[in-house]
């Protein structure tokens, strides 16, 4: 499932398929970027992160790619099991200090 | 293993009685932040502490209120607590400068009677 660089507020997705959630960030001169997964009742959990020098970073199961010419951040869950259900929220800041969240996405996995 | 580490998990509290939510950290990082979390939100920010200089957000009502004894603990107060302080609280900390990504505590869900 993925929302074709549009962010949308939920998203479903069949387990084992792919899942693709974007979120479009305001700061240009942001240079450091992170996702959170939160699930329900708990804090927010650091998924993966990316610095303004690079344009994708690769984690396990999780890819970030970063687009600085449009401001767009995408993550990339390979084979989705029902334990991503979650909401994910992407992060921007500059030189690592306060955080500002974009909206997050809703991610319900159907078995 | 906890590096963030809220208490309590769950706080009840009446109308206009104070309350004291408290944050503490293994990590040794200089920045701790408290957010306020309302359902399907994302967190927003309410105030930090950069060591031991506090910065307030703009919009963060009076009744809130933050102090921080040691680089381990903060304490976020809220003086008169309204139904619409009803939230999840959330501590954070990270060290600036491309060292450490922040991290989160569990939250603490406080209701308001």
């Known amino acids: 499932g993925e929302s074709v660089g549009l962010h949308l507020p939920t998203l479903s997705v069949q387990e084992g398929d792919n899942s693709i959630i974007n979120c479009a960030y305001s700061?240009?001169?942001?240079?450091?970027f992170i996702w959170y997964k939160q699930e329900s009742g708990k804090g927010p959990q650091f998924i993966i992160d990316i610095r303004s020098n690079m344009d994708k970073r690769q984690g396990q199961r999780v890819t970030v790619l970063l687009n600085k010419t449009v401001k767009h951040l995408s993550l990339q869950i390979a084979a989705t099991q029902p334990g991503d259900s979650a909401v994910y929220f992407c992060a921007e800041t500059f030189n690592d200090y306060k955080l500002s969240f974009g909206a997050g996405t809703t991610v319900t996995v159907r078995a | 293993d906890a590096m963030v580490i809220q208490n309590p998990r769950y706080q009840v509290t009446q109308f206009g009685k104070p309350v004291t939510l408290s944050c503490s950290q293994t990590?040794?990082?200089?920045?701790m932040y408290w957010y306020q979390q309302k359902s399907s939100q994302a967190p927003k920010l309410l105030f930090h502490y950069y060591d031991k200089d506090f910065n307030n957000e703009a919009d963060t009502p009076d009744n809130f209120q933050s102090r921080r004894p040691n680089t381990s603990f903060c304490f976020l107060d809220i003086r008169s607590p309204g139904l619409g302080d009803a939230a999840m609280y959330l501590c954070?900390?990270?060290?600036?400068?491309?060292?450490?990504?922040?991290?989160f505590g569990p939250g603490t869900r406080l209701l308001v009677l």
């Open positions: 990590l040794n990082h200089n920045v």
């Open positions: 700061n240009s001169a942001s240079d450091y």
């Open positions: 954070a900390t990270n060290k600036p400068g491309g060292q450490e990504t922040q991290y």
